[in-house]
């Protein structure tokens, strides 16, 4: 008896150094990641309640408050003037919608004037565009905001695509928020990585939605249990040798 004959498809070897890169997407995360957005917002929120004393406590709200966004228990168009009305409240000041609108407008008017990028951000998008790969940048904010930081900075032209909770609806972790810039990129999670300064939400986030995870720890906080699957750098400097040797699937730029 004749066994019938099969065609067995080449094996396709993962080491073949001709292969392309299979990292096709980095999402970059931009408040606190690209721009120095806690020193901005710091400085805008004790030039207008004449105190350096409670950046603490308006964390602690803007947390609360943007949870409340992840639990879709809050709209984001909302969120702002709800948490600064919270946040004055804890301090004995209670201001009214229109007076609210009024404080969240001139506390963004001087972040505006005072937001910097990070000294490592420029040579790493260079870096990353060279070695051929999109950009995304994936934000927690509202989308005007956002948009004119990155304007405002000159970051906007490196970015293919840009995700902002604030239009989509949907904040990190929330997996939808990754899912959607890679289908914007026409790309699977596992073929993007997304680095932020947040390990909970951008990092912890991203490995849940499937993406390569790099939490950006520029503090260099020692004492944190680092959640499996999640990548470590100090800095922006840093991640293209990540790329390289550690995820391993991003080819090397040419020299310029
Ligand atoms: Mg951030």
């Not at 032209?157 to 928020?177: L, N």
């Amino acid at each position: 008896m004749e066994l019938a004959q099969t065609s067995v498809a080449p094996e396709k070897t993962t080491l073949d150094p001709w292969s392309p890169p299979t990292l096709r997407l980095v999402c970059l995360d931009i408040d606190d990641t690209l721009i120095d957005f806690s020193a901005a917002s710091r400085f805008a929120l004790a030039a207008l309640i004449g105190r350096g004393d409670m950046w603490p406590l308006w964390e602690r709200v803007t947390d609360a408050h943007v949870a409340m966004v992840v639990a879709g228990e809050l709209e984001y168009a909302s969120m702002h003037r709800r948490r600064t009305q919270c946040f004055l409240a804890e301090l004995g000041v209670f201001l009214d919608a229109a007076d609210v609108t009024v404080f969240e407008l001139r506390r963004k008017e001087i972040l505006r004037q005072s937001w910097r990028l990070f000294d490592d951000v420029l040579p790493c998008l260079e870096w990353l565009r060279a070695a051929g790969v999109r950009l995304a940048a994936v934000t927690n904010a509202s989308g005007a905001h956002q948009r004119a930081k990155l304007a405002d900075l000159g970051l906007a032209g490196y970015f293919d695509h840009i995700a902002i909770a604030g239009e989509i609806g949907v904040a990190k972790p929330d997996p939808v928020i990754f899912h959607s810039v890679c289908a914007s990129a026409g790309c699977d999670p596992a073929e993007a990585a997304h680095v932020g300064d947040k390990l909970g939400v951008d990092a912890v986030g991203a490995r849940d939605a499937g993406l390569g995870a790099v939490w950006l720890d520029r503090a260099g906080c020692d004492d944190v249990d680092v959640p499996c699957g999640v990548h470590v750098v100090s800095g922006l400097d840093e991640l293209p040798e990540l790329l390289v040797s550690e995820f391993a699937r991003l080819g090397i730029p040419a020299q310029r």
